[in-house]
């Protein structure tokens, strides 16, 4: 009996882990990152300025924005990922009035997923090696996507 409540404590700890991976919400446990300097990914939930200053890479979704009227500035740094299934370089959920420049994203699911994200601005965004899409724009609007190479 103990061992077949040992195997579904991991297999309730393994769905959690999977539930949080690929959710397009804000990532429980990631850290809530505010505006400035940054060098880490995170979740992006309030107004502002964010600059990269370093690539950062992660085995999930990299950056997961909820904010409004806010600018991600990658400063030509890479956003790397591992390859992995329902991950996103740049996750924008629920946004507006968003500015993504100076990116280099990869090997994510979709490089940059726009989902019902309106009146924002993607430029300068070099999206590569990503499993379905180096963009993809979902029930999104009035959105200026320029300068852009996916492949």
Do not use: H, W
């Not at 397009?24 to 502002?48: E, H, K, M, Q, R």
């Not at 009227?69 to 790397?80: E, R, S, V, W, Y």
């Amino acid at each position: 009996m103990e061992k077949y409540l040992v195997y579904l404590i991991i297999l309730i700890s393994i769905l959690a882990v999977l539930a949080i991976m690929t959710s397009n919400a804000p990532v429980t446990g990631y850290l809530t990152l505010s505006p400035g300097n940054i060098a880490t990914c995170g979740n992006i939930t309030s107004a502002g300025t964010y600059t990269l200053t370093a690539n950062v890479a992660n085995a999930s979704s990299c950056f997961n924005i909820t904010a409004q009227n806010m600018t991600l500035n990658c400063a030509g740094f890479n956003i790397t990922g591992q390859n992995a299934t329902n991950t996103y370089g740049i996750n924008l959920t629920d946004s507006s009035n968003i500015t993504i420049v100076n990116c280099m994203i990869s090997n994510y699911t979709e490089g940059i997923f726009l989902n019902n994200t309106n009146s924002s601005s993607l430029r300068n965004i070099t999206s590569y090696n990503n499993s379905k899409n180096g963009i993809a724009v979902q029930f999104s609007s009035r959105n200026n996507i320029s300068n852009i190479t996916a492949y």
